[in-house]
């Protein structure tokens, strides 16, 4: 496993606020040559410590329609079968294991209220859901992703 040194902490902290900011930009930040800073990227993504980049939208964007975070209790054993089922939702955009009262939690998002009640309903069809609970995102005061 590669070793995470502090510089390589402040390498992805930087990163996680612009993953396209110019390698020489975050080279003078870093304190560090352009070179040393190419050479830590190289290694930190062959390493699979930084796995990808990704696509962000900005909020005017991304903020049309409704998010909820989805809490779902299923049967022992039926986890796996649930999660793959869920898995062909496009509506779902992360699920979770989790523990607790609860044994999934997804992120949802739709176009309208109408659309989250459909979607609901057909996801309290899977067989093995036992129990669900919606929690409407008014709004998000933070996003680190």
């Known amino acids: 496993m590669v070793q995470i040194t502090p510089k390589d902490e ?13 390698v020489a930009s975050l080279a003078r ?4 040559s352009r070179t040393t800073v190419q050479d830590r990227l190289r290694r930190l993504e062959g390493s699979g410590i930084i796995a990808g980049y990704s696509l962000k939208l ?5 903020a ?3 998010r909820a975070f989805v809490t779902l ?3 022992p054993r039926r986890q796996v079968e649930v999660a793959r089922t869920l898995a062909k939702f496009h509506q ?17 998002k739709t176009g309208t209220s109408e659309d989250m ?24 005061k933070l996003d680190r992703r």
Request: glycine share 8%; net charge negative.
């Open 73 to 75: 209790s299923v049967e």
């Open 117 to 140: 009640d459909r979607l609901i309903d057909e996801i309290g069809l899977i067989p093995g859901i036992t129990r669900i609970e919606t929690a409407v995102i008014l709004s998000t």
């Open 64 to 66: 049309g329609g409704m």
């Open 92 to 108: 779902i955009e992360t699920l979770h294991t989790v523990s607790g009262k609860y044994d999934l939690v997804a992120q949802v």
């Open 58 to 62: 900005a909020r005017e964007i991304d």
């Open 29 to 32: 930040k870093l304190g560090l």
């Open 10 to 22: 402040q390498l992805i902290a930087l990163l996680r606020v612009d993953a396209r900011e110019p």
